[in-house]
């Protein structure tokens, strides 16, 4: 089978990981969803789900401080470019269809609870999964949360619309490139966003805004304080009136799509400090 070029700026990121990572597909109703394992075995797992067309390799500049201490399941979310395959498995239709993948995916990894983290839509389904099966997620990061405490400012989805209509790796480069002005995320990852524009089937299942002042667990919110996408005071405003036991972190310098690379060290410090 020839490879695309998605695939070989796939392999480009993934020698950016830690030599000992492995490469894990786990057979799930909705199709085999590949996750990147990293850390010590008998660390506290953490699962990431990354941002949309981030793929779970996103997170090569967290995992070797996250896998010092927890067994980190970084995963090629259900329905997005990455080596995820839903091909043959049952229709992905609804957000009650991610969930149940989600329970799935935990099953296959053997996690009966785990801390969970997640970026963009990422962070969104985590929240949605934790409303879900609360007795799963002991501890729930949020990194920029997109359609969680907010929508979208419509200047961003101006922005964006063009994108969605006609996809195309130039159309996505240049999305990105605006959003992420001068912060500078690493080239292989700014190459691997803008190809997965040209993956076919993408299909990202979104919903409702779910109800965070449910959350029970710890939370903590990260957000980028330069984010197109919304405006971070407004957000962490209303993200402390929901979660009046969370904690709510604005980064100096960050954008929406440049999380989680822009400073990933002071990014990783609140991580740790956090997840214990």
């Not at 879900?132 to 997620?137: F, L, T």
């Not at 996809?167 to 690493?186: C, I, K, N, V, Y």
């Not at 040209?198 to 667990?217: E, F, N, Q």
């Amino acid at each position: 089978m020839s490879r695309t070029a998605f695939d070989l700026a796939y392999d480009e990121l993934r020698g950016h990981w830690p030599h000992s990572t492995e490469e894990r597909d786990i057979v799930t109703p909705y199709g085999r969803t590949r996750v990147h394992v990293y850390g010590p075995a008998d660390g506290a797992p953490l699962v990431l789900l990354h941002g949309g067309s981030a793929t779970g390799l996103v997170w090569f500049a967290n995992a070797p401080a996250l896998g010092r201490r927890h067994r980190v399941y970084a995963v090629d979310l259900l329905g997005d470019a990455g080596r995820t395959d839903r091909s043959g498995g049952t229709p992905l239709k609804t957000a009650d269809d991610l969930t149940a993948w989600l329970d799935s995916l935990l099953d296959g990894l053997g996690l009966t609870r785990t801390h969970m983290c997640g970026h963009s839509y990422g962070a969104w389904l985590a929240v949605r999964y934790a409303l879900h099966a609360p007795q799963r997620v002991n501890r729930l990061a949020l990194l920029d949360p997109t359609q969680v405490f907010a929508g979208f400012r419509p200047g961003y989805l101006l922005r964006a619309l063009p994108l969605l209509l006609r996809p195309s790796q130039a159309r996505a480069a240049a999305f990105l490139a605006w959003e992420t002005t001068g912060t500078h995320p690493d080239k292989s990852w700014q190459r691997l966003y803008a190809l997965a524009a040209t993956v076919p089937g993408r299909k990202l299942i979104t919903g409702s805004r779910p109800r965070a002042a449910d959350l029970r667990m710890p939370v903590l919110v990260l957000l980028a304080e330069h984010s197109r996408a919304h405006h971070a005071g407004k957000v962490a405003d209303r993200a402390c009136r929901k979660l009046p036991k969370g904690k709510v972190v604005v980064l100096p310098g960050a954008t929406h799509h440049s999380l989680p690379l822009t400073a990933p060290q002071r990014l990783n410090e609140h991580l740790m400090a956090f997840l214990g």
